[in-house]
Nanobody, 121 residues
């Protein structure tokens, strides 16, 4: 059983900062990619940022220069450091991991439960 547990969401004023955390636990053999997605009301879920086990990162254009995605491989944990937040960053943020469980020979996709980030103007 694999779980992704997120923390760190909340309410912040525009221009402020927040850090989200996501810890993967359970029967994990290896993790390839960890990332953050977000979904605002009435919109599709979109990729915010991702990072591979080797440290390669990918960011949505809308967050480049404002967000970073550090990863601690030893702890199976990924963070989303958000700064210069804007009201349009308001959304539910979901952690995602593409990983291989011990009981499987193939990679599987896992999601966290989501954490609300609200940026007030």
């Amino acid at each position: 059983q694999v779980q992704l547990v997120e923390s760190g969401g909340g309410l912040v004023q525009a221009g402020g900062s927040l850090r989200l955390s996501c810890a993967a636990s359970g029967s994990i053999f290896s993790i390839n990619v960890m990332g953050w997605y977000r979904q605002a009301p009435g919109k599709q879920r979109e990729l915010v940022a991702s990072i591979t086990s080797g440290g390669s990162t990918n960011y949505a254009d809308s967050v480049k220069g404002r967000f970073t995605i550090p990863r601690d491989n030893a702890k199976n944990t990924v963070y989303l450091q958000m700064s210069s937040l804007k009201p349009e960053d308001t959304a539910v943020y979901y952690c995602n991991a593409v990983l291989r469980p011990w009981e499987s020979l193939v990679l599987r996709d896992y999601w966290g439960q989501g954490t609300q980030v609200t940026v007030s103007s």
